[in-house]
């Protein structure tokens, strides 16, 4: 099965620095890769995702980059604002079978 | 379009009660269905998962059940809850290329 591991477990940054997470799997087979964010008291919820043939994709402030021969993909926040304030997992996978979760990211953003 | 729909929010049981935690999904057939517990400030436990009508996984050994009745709809029960049973329970509904939608999830208090 795949191992998961997302570090760090916790990080705390200023309004308006970038924020990155960065996310290590171990199935070479993998070639989906998604971020979930999960505010207090809610659902995760899907924010960006990659697939393996492309090693960068953007969305507005956040980004996801993939390193599939180091087997690591991170997600990338800039600008940060307080709302970005969650707990983010990652979840790399083989299209088609079940997802395996990271611990999380505890994000805090001070204004 | 594809939702998932989960009740009740909040639920305080006492030690001993039954329990049962509904998921409805709409918009897809025949999906693949998971129930996950979160413990506060911790990860995403997979508990179950149905690929279909009466078919149940179980990844961990535990006080609960989990059944597939109709193919848009999966409940969590228990017959006698344990302190330890309480969490944040998720549901989520896999939609192939499109990651997992979670349900906004049952926050529940065993006392």
């Known amino acids: 099965g795949e191992n998961v591991e997302q570090h760090p477990s916790t990080l705390s940054v200023q309004e308006g620095d970038s924020a990155v997470i960065k996310c290590t799997y171990s199935?070479?087979?993998?070639?989906?890769f998604p971020w979930y964010k999960q505010e207090l008291g809610k659902g995760p919820q899907l924010i960006i995702d990659?697939?393996?043939?492309?090693g960068e994709k953007k969305d507005q402030r956040i980004a996801v980059t993939l390193n599939k021969t180091a087997k690591h993909f991170s997600l990338h926040i800039t600008e940060t604002q307080p709302e970005d304030s969650a707990v983010y997992f990652c979840?790399?996978?083989?299209?088609?079978?079940?997802?395996?979760f990271g611990g999380g990211t505890r994000l805090m953003v001070k204004p | 379009s594809q939702t998932i729909h989960q009740w009740p929010a909040t639920l305080v049981q006492p030690v001993g009660s039954p329990l049962s935690l509904e998921c409805t999904v709409e918009g897809t057939s025949n999906p693949n269905l998971y129930w996950y517990r979160q413990a506060a400030g911790r990860g995403l436990q997979l508990l179950f998962y149905?690929?279909?009508?009466?078919?149940i996984s179980s990844e961990v050994p535990q006080n609960l059940s989990a059944s597939r009745p109709q193919d848009r709809q999966f409940i969590l029960s228990s017959k006698k809850l344990l302190l330890s049973d309480s969490g944040f329970y998720l549901c989520?509904?896999?939609?192939?290329?499109?990651?997992?939608?979670f349900g906004s999830g049952t926050r529940l208090t065993v006392v």
């Open positions: 989520a509904l896999d939609r192939g290329n499109y990651g997992y939608t």
């Open positions: 979840a790399p996978n083989n299209a088609g079978n079940m997802l395996t």
């Open positions: 199935d070479s087979a993998s070639n989906y």
């Open positions: 990659i697939r393996s043939n492309v």
């Open positions: 149905s690929v279909g009508i009466g078919q």
